[in-house]
Each structure stands twice: as structure tokens, then as C-alpha cells.
């Protein structure tokens, strides 16, 4: 079964750093292009961060910029994401999403895990 | 990095046509055909229904399709039923190795 499995949300006091995980099962992960997309209490889905197969291509939101660092393990079939410097507006839902292969939409997504920034 | 703007809601009886809009710029929507729609239920992931403007996905029923004009894209849900009241965003590329969501849209099956 093809899977995407979040991990490492937490509650954190602003200023903090958090490390989020996503594993990857049922499929090759170096064939796919992968995704960071929050979304926060009530709120709709925000784009945060995106990284090609082979990691040459990495982008982020303005509002991430600077802060947030996306990484990839082919090999561990794992896709990161690094926070730093976390604010209270970084609360949210965090969702891992898998780029079509060869194409621009999001076809797989985890169940999310949920960063709570706050003092 | 704006995000697209979709009406809040829209909504239609069972087995009528809906249909949302979502408007970016040149420099997202306007720029690429790479316009994508996500469903998302109540406590739930979201869901690809269309990508590329207007290609679906298998297991995407054929009454869901899109289309793009200028820099607005639209989603039209047909022969509505129950189980698509739900919450739709779209997302397009936005260049630079970027995407952007719209806000959403809350559709009631009346």
C-alpha cells in the first residue's frame, strides 16, 4: 500500500526548533518530487516547502524562508523537514505530500502531524 | 507568494452543477497549466481530483472537471451528490520552485 507516514510534532515554546519526519512506503521515494503542506486550526491548506527527487530544486513560502530547511533520504525512503526559530503563527496541522511523477499535483498525503508553538 | 482567491462557498441541489472559481495572476495560475483541485473532508487529508488544469486522476469520477481562463481557473462539480460537500482548494505553480493554495471552498449539497 502506498503511504506517507508524519512524525515529530510536538508542543514547542516559541523560538524553538522541531524536526518533522515523513516515511514513505509502497513506493519508491527517489521517483517523486516531495512536499511540506500545513494547515492550521480552521484555516486552509498552506503551501510550506518542496524538494525534486535528486534535491536540486528546493522552494520554500516567504513565510518559512530562513527558517525552515527540507531535506530527503532516498535511501531511508524519508522526507524531512527542519524548523527553526518556530512562532506561534508556525501552529499547524503539517502534512507530507507526494508530487506526481512527472507531473504538478499532489497525488498521495499522510494523515499529518500536528506542531503547536507556544508558550 | 499570494494566496488565490476562492469564493467561501458555493452551493447546489442534488444533481445540479457547481462551479468555483479560483483567480491568481500571470505569475501563477495565468503563467503555467499546472492548476490543481483537492478535496478534503472534515477531519480528513485532502484528495487530488484534478491536476494540470483539467486531467483526473484515476478513481476520480467524471463528474468532477476543470478548466482555465486567463488567470482563472475553475473546478465544476456535476450531477452533485451528497458525499461531495466538502471544502476545495486549488493550487498552482508559482514559479521559482514554488506552489499556492487559494482559501478554499466550503460546498453545501442543499
Known amino acids: 500500500e502506498v503511504q506517507l507516514v508524519e512524525s515529530g510534532g510536538d508542543l514547542v515554546q516559541p523560538g524553538r526548533s522541531l524536526r518533522l519526519s515523513c516515511a514513505a512506503s509502497g513506493f519508491n521515494l527517489d521517483d517523486h518530487a516531495m512536499h511540506w503542506v500545513r494547515q492550521a486550526p480552521g484555516k486552509g491548506l498552506e503551501w510550506v516547502s518542496g524538494i525534486s527527487w535528486h534535491s536540486g530544486y528546493i522552494g520554500y513560502a516567504d513565510s518559512v524562508k530562513g527558517r525552515f530547511t527540507i531535506s530527503r533520504d532516498n535511501v531511508k525512503n524519508s522526507l524531512y523537514l527542519q524548523m527553526t526559530g518556530l512562532r506561534p503563527e508556525d501552529t499547524a496541522l503539517y502534512y507530507c505530500?507526494?508530487?506526481?511523477?512527472?507531473?504538478?499535483?499532489?497525488?498521495?498525503w499522510g494523515q499529518g502531524t500536528m506542531v503547536t508553538v507556544s508558550s | 507568494q499570494s494566496a488565490l482567491t476562492q469564493p467561501p462557498s458555493a452551493s447546489g441541489s442534488p444533481g445540479q452543477s457547481v462551479t468555483i472559481s479560483c483567480t491568481g495572476t500571470?505569475?501563477?495560475?495565468?503563467?503555467?497549466?499546472?492548476v490543481s483541485w483537492y478535496q478534503q473532508h472534515p477531519g480528513k487529508a485532502p484528495k487530488l481530483m484534478i491536476y494540470e488544469v483539467s486531467k483526473r486522476p484515476s478513481g476520480v469520477p467524471d463528474r468532477f472537471s476543470g478548466s482555465k481562463s486567463g488567470n482563472t481557473a475553475s473546478l465544476t462539480v456535476s450531477g452533485l451528490q451528497a458525499e461531495d460537500e466538502a471544502d476545495y482548494y486549488c493550487s498552482s505553480y508559482a514559479g521559482s520552485n514554488s506552489r499556492v493554495f487559494g482559501g478554499g471552498t466550503k460546498v453545501t449539497v442543499l
Open positions: 500571470s505569475r501563477d495560475v495565468g503563467g503555467y497549466n499546472y
Open positions: 505530500a507526494r508530487s506526481l511523477r512527472g507531473g504538478y499535483g499532489f497525488d498521495i
